[in-house]
């Protein structure tokens, strides 16, 4: 954009306004769910002269009445409070014991979240917690309180459409919003399915998403264990090294969006941006 980047700002939400489907594509999308309340860190350029609040109606505007926009302490809270884990987590629960066979039905993806599952998420969600605590310690005055325990997350974007919140696992289960979604699969030419890890769910969010995140908790030196141990699966589905042991040092990082490939090599420089 050159001079212009000056002049702008830009708007990073934690997730989408909605839970949607495409039913025709560039024609109609079908909307399952609105989330009540989505979180905002806007960035401003040197020559940007209106002022957030302004720019957040603007936003709220075009989203009408709902989902609420409230903004962020800093813009780092983002990146860590996303649920970019939630995928990839479901699916490694799902098919990482995988014999190869074909199944005869789509399974359900959140509402047939287990034990098993929800432990992997709420553990993650406990390594994004620790790295933002850490990122607090060392960075004096920030503020990372938006980011909070995935059940939170859930009952703050969904509590109208949860019908048991007594855990992470009933949540996801009973959400309304999810009413039948089921796995990324493929038809197998007898009429049965297997699973699609091409989807959106390992390609994009992890090179976007968790690789983001785990970059932000190898600044902070924060370990992740469960973490590590998904996107390990997840990477290899996709046919993609992002992760070598416990360190993000694959020959694919180019092809992600971790701060260390824009020159970020400490907590310090997070803020230099």
Not at 48 to 63: G, P
Request: charged share 25%.
């Amino acid at each position: 954009m050159g001079e212009k980047a000056d002049l702008c700002a830009i708007a990073s939400f934690e997730t989408l306004p909605w839970v949607c489907r495409i039913e025709k594509f560039g024609v109609s999308i079908r909307i399952m769910g609105t989330k009540e309340m989505v979180v905002a860190s806007i960035l401003k350029g040197s020559g940007c002269k209106k002022d957030r609040l302004s720019i957040l109606n603007e936003i709220q505007t075009v989203f009408g009445e709902s989902p609420k926009i409230e903004l962020v302490s800093n813009y780092l809270a983002i990146p860590l409070m996303s649920t970019a884990f939630l995928h990839p987590a479901i699916l490694y629960a799902k098919w990482k014991d995988w014999d190869g066979k074909a199944v005869t039905e789509k399974p359900l993806f959140y509402q047939g979240v287990d034990h098993t599952a929800a432990q992997y998420l709420s553990s993650s969600s406990e390594e994004m917690m620790s790295t933002a605590r850490e990122i607090e310690r060392q960075q004096s005055g920030v503020d990372m309180k938006d980011v909070v325990p995935l059940i939170d997350w859930y009952k703050n974007h969904y509590s109208d459409q949860l019908v048991d919140d007594s855990s992470l696992m009933r949540a996801l289960q009973t959400n309304k919003a999810y009413d039948g979604l089921v796995h990324p699969m493929k038809e197998t030419s007898d009429g049965k399915f297997v699973p699609d890890f091409a989807y959106r769910y390992l390609s994009e969010d992890v090179p976007f998403g968790m690789a983001v995140q785990k970059g932000i908790a190898e600044l902070a030196g924060v370990k992740t264990p469960v973490i590590d141990e998904v996107l390990t699966w997840a990477q290899e589905k996709i046919g993609k090294e992002y992760i070598i042991g416990s360190k993000l040092t694959g020959k694919d990082v180019p092809e992600t969006r971790a701060p260390q490939n824009y020159g970020i090599n400490n907590v310090a420089d997070l803020f230099k941006h």
